[in-house]
């Protein structure tokens, strides 16, 4: 999954990866399978965002991932970090 997020965020389709990311959610809740979406799926999706300049895309799969029990790492915020200070979102 995270390799399949990973194309898709450095081929610049975030979205994609997005939906992709919803996509293994609803095979875990069909399947009741084992998770095999994680923090680095996630910071995938993000990355992709923040490539893309999308602020509030980004802030709405980490509000998405805390949702889902997810919890943010080190990566998670330096990446939004990163974002903000390039896109001057400082707010």
Do not use: W
Not at 53 to 67: G, I, K, S, T, Y
Not at 69 to 85: R, S, W
Request: proline fraction near 3%; aromatic fraction near 6%; charge should be negative.
């Amino acid at each position: 999954l995270n390799l399949l997020l990973l194309t898709c965020a450095n081929t610049k389709q975030p979205e994609r990866a997005l939906k992709i990311l919803g996509d293994a959610h609803g095979f875990e809740e069909q399947r009741a399978a084992e998770k095999i979406v994680d923090v680095v799926s996630y910071n995938t999706v993000i990355k992709g965002f923040a490539q893309a300049v999308d602020a509030p895309q980004c802030f709405n799969c980490l509000h998405e991932m805390r949702d889902r029990g997810i919890e943010p790492d080190a990566i998670t915020f330096g990446t939004l970090l990163d974002l903000c200070i390039a896109d001057n979102h400082m707010e």
